[in-house]
């Protein structure tokens, strides 16, 4: 631990980080608030993780607190003297990369070793990391959980439950062979700016997957079905090979709506489309 490390706001008046729109760069200062975000992957002493976004590093310093070894990505070039110097306060611990998260190459990073991710992100980049993550061919995944700031609507999608207009095909991607939570809310006054919207980071670790089920037939089947939310599954999969045979095997009547199935309906259901490929 380096005791020695200057407050936040002083590295970002010192380096010239104002925060970004365009980025999306909304910081947080609170020690104890991040250390409380470092802890939800459990221990990380002698772990390794990937941080995507650190900015000018306050959620990297907890990390680096809680011992882990870290591999961070950050796009904003500014930021990047500042993480350095975090770098050599903890020699050996962090390694910081100038990049797009969305171009960089994980597994390669991290020299085949499983790893948490942890990320505090502009939320239109972190939807899209996220999808990633959980669309991975093979299963259990490299990461062993993920630990991702969101605002509170879209932390709300990801754990949704049926019967609610927050389930879609979030929740399914989330929750079909992985258990997600929200570990946490946090109010929008504890960014630097503020957000307009309140925030939550969500906890996902990888759950057994369901055999024979490829992501790539769970992807087309929740697209199909929510595509059109509010029609019945009769209109909605119609388009969709096997899926309205695959319905019938399973015995749900075509005229319910997406939102009225629960995951392991749609598990049920994507099996049964395998099966009668
Ligand atoms: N982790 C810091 C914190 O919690 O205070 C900063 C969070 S800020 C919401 C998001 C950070 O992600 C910014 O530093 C921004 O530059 C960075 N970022 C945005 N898009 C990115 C991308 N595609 N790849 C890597 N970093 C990105």
Redesign the pocket.
């Known amino acids: 631990m380096s005791a020695s490390l200057p407050p ?1 706001r002083e590295v970002i008046a010192r380096h010239g980080l104002s ?2 729109k365009a ?7 609170d020690e104890q608030l ?1 250390d409380r975000i470092a802890a939800i992957p459990g221990t990380l002493k002698g772990e390794t993780v990937f ?10 310093r907890a990390l680096l607190r809680a011992g882990a070894d870290v591999i961070a ?4 070039h500014r ?1 990047i003297p500042a993480l350095a110097e975090l770098a050599d306060a903890y020699p050996g611990q962090l390694r910081v990369i100038e ?6 190459d994980i597994a390669d990073l991290t020299g085949g070793k499983p790893y948490h991710i942890v ?4 939320y239109n ?1 972190g939807t899209a ?1 996220l999808t990633d993550w959980l669309s991975a061919e093979v299963w259990p995944p490299a990461w062993r959980s993920l630990t991702l ?1 969101f605002q509170l609507e879209v932390a709300e999608r990801i754990v949704a439950k049926p019967d609610s207009s927050a389930f879609g095909r979030l929740a399914i991607l989330a929750q079909w062979r992985s258990e997600a939570k929200i570990a946490m809310k946090v109010h929008r006054s504890a ?2 700016p503020p957000p307009k919207v309140m925030s939550a980071v969500v906890h996902i670790t990888p759950a057994s997957a369901p055999e024979g089920i490829r992501p790539k037939t769970m992807a087309a089947l929740t697209a199909a079905a929510f595509g059109q939310r509010r029609k019945m599954l009769r209109q909605s999969l119609k388009g969709l090979p096997g899926a309205l045979d695959a319905l019938a095997k399973v015995g749900i009547d075509e005229t319910r709506r997406a939102e009225t199935l629960s995951v392991a309906d749609f598990i049920a259901v994507a099996g049964e489309m395998e099966r009668g490929r």
């Open positions: 936040l925060a970004s980025l999306g760069q909304n910081f947080l200062f991040l941080e995507v976004g650190p900015g000018p590093g306050g959620l990297t990505v950050e796009r904003d930021c990049g797009d998260a969305m171009e960089v990320a505090n992100l502009p980049v990391l700031m960014f630097t």
